[in-house]
């Protein structure tokens, strides 16, 4: 049935890819749920099928978290709507709520899935620091008062580099996979209040990425130091880390392909 | 009895001066109105009265309207409560809402008042340009998706400076005051997709910036030329001038004393 009902979908003549960028704050997470929780794909599947006049099932990269937000989400879908690709963004942002934009769409390869093509992916997370909060990154990135260490948390994000299996920042509750990923970047900047972290890797585990942050900042906090941050990756030990970051400040940047 | 009051009010032992921040997106304006209609200046005296024990009836540099956001609003008041004053921001910050944020608390004299005592205030306004609107800026700029010329909106703005009748750009409404004033900064800057435009005055008169901004934007758009923009300065006329620009782009950035 469920193959069956694939194949239908397939049967459709085109396969649009769409990015997206949207604030989580409002949203429990990206992924289909029943009503009245609120979910992104929810809302932009009902928006879709208003301009595409088809019933529409979407395929997204992966799921973002509640209160998790996007600046490149990638999703694709099966159509037989005839709407000109060049008129699909503004069509779709007239009526979409303003904390979702569609920033790109494109007609994909049928054998194109947002899902299972995805090659790499490339989340951020910010942190604001200084004496008081800021009222406009309130949603927007996780407010630390106290001084970080940014040189010690660099050393510590540099050991996270390679293939290794990321047990240790592992939740439970996420799809099976295999725990060995390769991260090929894990870096830090600061600039002015705001401090940046990128992380790109070919996959990340069940709130990975919070995880991580969460025992980077105890580095950046010297409560930890950066060779016991070494230590925790290679206890494949979700005890031994510390507590997950909040949602906040977490950004699925893009998606490779 | 109103000068009683304000007597009264005078004999208490301190004058406190706040700066703040917040994110007017959830506000019907800063001042004191009759609730429900929610304000900040409600919110805030609520909360000083549980951190100083006291009535508390502040004053502050100016109102801003519904919508308006603010990174250096001015604030003063007089109070016998006993909490040490570096300890007051946090307090605050404590139990205040996080879109308004108390960044700076101090001892004023006992002749300063955030209203009067104010010499020159800045404000700035943001516009975010670009082929989609983003979701992360939807209440903290003006999204304008068709091209701007900024050297003729800055050839534009330079027209301002000076000691001028701005009363082309003045709404209906407004406290009685002189539409004379003296502008020492009218400027613009882009950086990636956002615009800033910052506006230094000995006082504005109501709405000023927004009408401002709105008929400066017609001359980005080619709508209305430099020139035109001059000889609306000099019309002294409110119909010569174009609709007024959005709330969510304006904020009152700080006061000068």
Not at 81 to 99: H, K, M, Q
Request: hydrophobic residues 40%; charged residues 25%.
């Amino acid at each position: 049935m469920k193959a069956e009902h694939k194949e239908l979908m397939k049967a459709r003549r085109r396969n649009i890819r769409l990015t997206l960028a949207y604030d989580g704050t409002a949203y429990h997470g990206f992924q289909r749920q029943t009503p009245p929780v609120v979910v992104v794909q929810n809302i932009l599947e009902e928006k879709l099928e208003l301009v595409f006049g088809d019933t529409i099932e979407l395929s997204a990269s992966g799921r973002t978290d509640a209160g998790v937000h996007a600046h490149g989400q990638v999703v694709n879908f099966f159509t037989d709507g005839t709407i000109p690709i060049d008129r699909v963004c503004r069509a779709l942002n007239s009526i979409l709520p303003d904390d979702i934009v569609v920033t790109e769409a494109a007609e994909a390869d049928r054998d194109f899935s947002a899902l299972h093509s995805a090659k790499r992916k490339t989340y951020i997370y910010r942190i604001i620091t200084g004496e008081v909060p800021c009222p406009f990154e309130r949603n927007t990135a996780w407010y630390i008062r106290r001084r970080l260490d940014i040189d010690a948390m660099r050393r510590a994000l540099s050991l996270l580099i390679g293939t290794h299996d990321y047990s240790a920042f592992r939740a439970a509750g996420g799809a099976p996979m295999s725990p060995v990923r390769t991260m090929d970047r894990a870096d830090i900047e600061k600039e002015g209040r705001i401090i940046t972290m990128t992380f790109r890797s070919d996959g990340f585990l069940y709130h990975m990425v919070r995880n991580i942050v969460g025992t980077v900042v105890d580095v950046g906090l010297g409560v930890k130091t950066p060779e016991r941050f070494g230590e925790i990756i290679a206890s494949l030990d979700r005890q031994q880390a510390s507590a997950t970051a909040p949602a906040c400040g977490l950004y699925l940047e893009n998606v490779e392909y």
